[in-house]
């Protein structure tokens, strides 16, 4: 009797979920670029994705492993001389050679592809992502410096720089910081005070860097002022710097702290101190913020398409947790309730999907000269906003889908929510995007942004995906309105309105070609559901 109910009284214990291969169960990637790729690029670079895959499902394993590992400074070695080095967790030194190796940065530059190496790029990303402890920040930065140095022009950077920042060895790649944030500017870098003073012919930095994201990068872009360069941002220029001598020594700086974030703790940030830190101009000795506006409409895109991967990864456990999970003596997928949740979820994850992916096939397209660049202005922004928002709302969702697993931390799932959380604040909180998208409004004009929607809508035929096509339409409507006598305060409302109906235009196309093309109806259904989400956020 006493083994019997001894027996009857097993603890309780909740299964786990079971990551599937990234790439092979990811019908949404694979249906996408399946549209937006000839068939002969697909097939050529499939394998690599496939391969992704399964690194991505590695490196899962490996996150779980390393949870609890973070990165940590070190000022001095054990003599006393100041060395600020930065000791890096486990998964992001696997990291930085499987991105070096596949390519993460580098096929962005070798356009084996043309327009389309970008997509190919960004596939391999949002696979990679997830997966990585935020390893794609310092990715994006790399990226965003390379296509600055680039733009820029100058020969002598582009020489010494491009060939590491682009390389495929491990043992000669490069990533990069960008260094804009000071404590009295944030995202109004005007405010910057670091000084740029030309001493015995060289420039050095002086001043104070508040947040500086992947602080063991071995250069950096960084703003500051020349001496005798009038306030804001016009007086501001842009630098580059390598962060070591050529003995290993620190080049002028001192690491005051790393900085303790509530999410993507793996990432180190430090609060550095420029004491002389020897510097070269990468152009003219002004206007360095619209220097940066390269770097900026590419890592606002990675974080776009981080946004996407996150909530992919969200529902991809979901998915498989509900198969698992039984409650009220039946599984979670038997649950209308719950599957109407998910379904939900997936409405909006495959929305943001569409979009992110649309910003990287036009920044694509603008790099070949294919693409409007006035066009691409007015994207990048709502790109970015609108599916920061998206990841942030639905990652909290997604944790609620485990109950209280969700909220424990061993599980690995409540940085999901975390990391998620800093999409919305860095490359520009949704309210500065906003009053971007205002400027870049200005640029591209409402007529040309309903065009490039009215022609993806084009493609959609009669039946029952009139009904979002109409929900578009009646919101760009109601926002040409709002844009005729348009005020700041309203900003934020109109931009994220733009966003979600380009989201919901770009969905239906893909259900469109998708029912067309391969008798699903899948993405219908998921267009359907978003639009009864609402789009229209200047109706609130």
């Known amino acids: 009797m006493l083994l019997h109910l001894t027996a009857r009284a097993m603890p309780f214990i909740q299964p786990a979920p079971q990551l599937a291969q990234p790439y092979r169960a990811d019908p949404v990637l694979r249906g996408f670029l399946r549209r937006a790729l000839p068939p002969e690029v697909l097939a050529e670079i499939e394998p690599e994705l496939a391969a992704m895959g399964d690194t991505a499902l590695e490196l899962h394993a490996l996150s779980l492993e390393d949870r609890c590992q973070e990165p940590r400074h070190v000022p001095f070695d054990p003599w006393g001389k100041r060395i600020d080095r930065i000791e890096l967790t486990r998964l992001w030194r696997a990291a930085e050679r499987i991105a070096a190796t596949a390519g993460l940065v580098a096929t962005a530059y070798e356009r084996r592809h043309g327009v389309h190496s970008r997509l190919h790029q960004f596939a391999l990303a949002h696979l990679f992502h997830p997966s990585s402890d935020v390893y794609t920040c310092p990715l994006a930065m790399t990226d965003g410096a390379a296509a600055t140095l680039l733009r820029s022009g100058n020969r002598d950077l582009v020489e010494r720089a491009l060939p590491r920042l682009t390389s495929r060895d491990p043992e000669r790649f490069w990533t990069s910081g960008q260094w804009m944030t000071e404590s009295s500017g944030g995202s109004d870098v005007g405010l910057g005070s670091t000084e740029a003073r030309l001493e015995d012919g060289a420039w050095r930095l002086y001043g104070r860097k508040w947040f500086t994201s ?17 306030p804001g941002g016009k007086g501001l220029a842009l630098f580059y710097v390598e962060t070591r001598l050529e003995d290993g020594s620190a080049n002028g700086f001192t690491v005051n702290r790393l900085k303790d974030k509530l999410g993507t703790r793996k990432l180190p940030t430090a609060e550095l101190e420029l004491d002389g830190m020897l510097a070269t101009p990468v152009g003219a000795l002004r206007d360095g913020v619209r220097a940066m506006a390269p770097m900026l409409n590419v890592t606002r895109t990675w974080n776009a398409v981080s946004a996407a991967s996150l909530l992919r990864r969200g529902l991809m456990l979901a998915w498989d947790y509900a198969g698992r999970r039984v409650a009220f003596g039946a599984t979670l997928a038997e649950q ?25 096939e036009w920044l694509g397209l603008t790099e070949c000269a294919a693409g409007d660049e006035a066009l691409h202005r007015l994207l990048t922004p709502l790109v970015k906003l609108t599916t920061a928002r998206q990841a942030v709302a639905g990652c909290s969702e997604l944790l609620e889908c485990f109950g209280g697993a969700g909220y424990v931390e061993d599980t690995g799932l409540p940085a999901l929510l975390r990391d998620a959380q800093v999409l919305s604040i860095w490359e520009g909180t949704t309210n500065v995007l906003s009053l971007e998208t205002l400027k870049a409004m200005g640029g591209c004009g409402f007529g040309g942004f309903r065009n490039h929607v009215e022609s993806l809508l084009a493609e959609l035929r009669p039946g029952d995906l009139e009904g979002p096509a109409r929900a578009v339409r009646d919101a760009l409507a109601r926002s040409e309105a709002w844009w005729a006598g348009a005020e700041e305060a309203g900003a934020r409302r109109f931009a994220l309105t733009l966003g979600r109906s380009l989201a919901l235009a770009l969905l239906a196309r893909q259900a469109q070609w998708a029912r067309d093309r391969e008798q699903d109806s899948a993405p219908a259904r998921a267009a359907l559901r978003f639009a009864s989400h609402g789009v229209d956020a200047l109706l609130g």
Not at 214 to 230: C, E, K
Not at 342 to 358: I, P, R, S, V
């Open 214 to 230: 992947a602080a063991t990068s071995q250069m950096a872009l960084a703003l500051a002022r020349p001496q005798g360069n009038p």
């Open 336 to 360: 209308p309730l719950h599957l109407d949740t998910l379904a939900g979820l997936e409405a909006e994850a495959q929305a943001a999907f569409q979009l992110a992916f649309h910003g990287a």
